[in-house]
């Protein structure tokens, strides 16, 4: 992991030109509706089921490692399947989902303001854009980004190739998430960052790393300068 960088505090910040932002739980927030979708695989084995707070105290990248620290005895499990498993039971449950409160106002600020946005996810691309047209959100990024399958690994190299595709200076790109992964990734590449609480990791991971960290995400729009 590479080393974090100093606290980033909210205000103008005039040389962000793009922003990139994660989709689930950043946007879109979708925490209960995955913690109901282990439970439904949990119940499916006779193991006891799990809380938003075990979930987001132990929920990270690669998803893989988190499930053992749920209950999941990992050696009688064949992945692919698992993880097949787990999107159906997801997308099963996607109807109850909405858009994060104020994530449409921000966006729209934004737009408004001529500020171009980028969605880069670890969500399978297919599935990800069928989310962001539900939400009808979808036009309001000039590029989407997802991964090629279900297991949700990194999206590391989703973001830096997105980058270059932009020839984007990485200090002028603001990553908004709700991981420490969105941490780690922006220190490696060198972005900006900004980390929502209510999201997958608990406040007090995400105010562990240094980075800088919003309870509203219509706080994004201050490093803009623009009013909330």
């Given at each position: ?15 962000v ?45 690669p ?38 409160d ?5 966006l729209n ?22 989310l ?97």
């Open positions: 992991m590479a080393s974090m960088r100093s606290v980033q505090k909210p205000g103008k910040m005039a040389k030109q793009h922003i990139f932002w994660d989709w689930n739980g950043t946007l879109y927030d979708d925490v209960h509706v995955c913690v109901a979708a282990l439970n439904g695989m949990l119940a499916r084995r006779q193991k006891p089921s799990i809380t938003v707070d075990l979930y987001t105290e132990v929920f990270s990248f998803v893989k490692q988190v499930y053992p620290k749920l209950g999941f005895n990992m050696a009688d499990e064949n992945w692919d399947r698992m993880a097949r498993e787990y999107h159906d039971e997801y997308l099963s449950r996607t109807g109850d989902c909405r858009l994060r104020g994530s449409l106002d921000v600020a934004l737009r408004q303001a001529g500020v171009p946005m980028s969605v880069v996810s670890a969500c399978e691309t297919g599935i990800l854009l069928d962001l047209d539900r939400a009808k959100v979808r036009d309001y990024f000039q590029n989407i980004r997802g991964l090629s399958d279900l297991f949700a690994a990194s999206k590391l190299d989703i973001t830096r190739t997105l980058i270059a595709a932009l020839a984007a200076d990485p200090r002028a790109v603001l990553l908004v998430g709700d991981t420490l992964h969105d941490h780690e990734i922006a220190d490696i590449l060198g972005c900006r960052c900004a980390l929502l609480t209510g999201g997958h990791q608990t406040e007090e991971r995400l105010s562990a790393s240094g980075c800088a960290v919003l309870h509203d995400v219509r706080d994004v729009i201050r490093y803009f300068d623009m009013a909330p």
